[in-house]
């Protein structure tokens, strides 16, 4: 059974850092694309960064270029989500979620999210 | 860039057929996928590749497109499927994920 595991969030102050993590496990990690998509509060979903397998590339929202990096243990079967600089604007839930193969596509499982509230 | 166009709600009796609409800019010749959402919870994918079913989702849900519009339809409506419904695409041009706003699906 695939399961996604978020983790990490919390309050932030302005300008704070904080790293999500994503503990996958049920499928072969390593082989597949995986993203992160936020959810501010009362509004739509909003894709925030992919990572393919293919390749390792990494993408980004205009809204977190320069702030926000993915990346990926495959000896951990973990996804992490690094976010500098935040603003309160980031405040949202953060969902990983898994590609059903190596390169972007849909999303076919999603990790339960976490919360980051970035405020003073 | 793609920009997705969604109604923000649509209500429908039980037992009778809801429609949700995602209109997009050349979408015509991508594929639209689309994911239910309860609140407090995560989505869950009900669609792929325009029509396609993921196993486990039920067959009273079906999607189709048309030009520019990709069409989510719910037979036989019950009033578990209330929840927010949300299409998306890949952009592979620009390499990024695309949502519609979501549509919020009541049951009278």
């Known amino acids: 059974e695939v399961q996604l595991l978020d983790s990490g969030g919390g309050l932030v102050q302005p300008g704070g850092s904080v790293r999500l993590s994503c503990a996958a496990s049920?499928?072969?990690?390593?082989?597949?694309?995986m993203s992160w998509v936020r959810q501010a509060p009362g509004k739509g979903l909003e894709w925030v960064s992919t990572?393919?397998?293919?390749?390792?590339?990494?993408n980004y929202a205009d809204s977190v270029k320069g702030r926000f990096t993915i990346s990926r243990d495959n000896s951990l079967n973990t996804l992490f989500l690094q976010m500098n600089t935040l603003r309160a604007e980031d405040t949202a839930v953060y969902f990983c979620?898994?590609?059903?193969?190596?390169?972007?596509?849909?999303?076919?499982?999603w990790g339960q999210g976490t919360l980051v509230s970035v405020s003073s | 860039s793609f920009v997705l166009t969604q109604p923000p709600s649509v209500s429908v009796v039980p037992g009778q057929t809801a429609t949700i609409a995602c209109g997009g800019n050349?979408?015509?010749?991508?594929?639209v996928h689309w994911y239910k959402q309860r609140p407090g919870q995560a989505p869950v994918l009900v669609v792929y590749?325009?029509?396609d079913r993921p196993s486990g989702i039920p067959e009273r849900f079906s999607g189709s497109k048309s030009g520019n519009t990709a069409t989510l339809t719910i037979s036989r409506v019950e009033a578990g499927d209330e929840a927010d419904f949300y299409c998306?695409?890949?952009?592979?041009?620009?390499?990024?994920?695309?949502f519609g706003g979501g549509t919020k699906l009541t049951v009278l």
């Open positions: 998306q695409v890949w952009d592979s041009i620009r390499h990024q994920g695309v």
């Open positions: 050349n979408i015509g010749g991508i594929s």
């Open positions: 049920g499928f072969a990690f390593p082989d597949f694309a």
């Open positions: 979620a898994k590609h059903p193969g190596n390169s972007p596509y849909y999303f076919d499982y």
């Open positions: 990572m393919s397998a293919a390749d390792d590339s990494t």
């Open positions: 590749d325009d029509s």
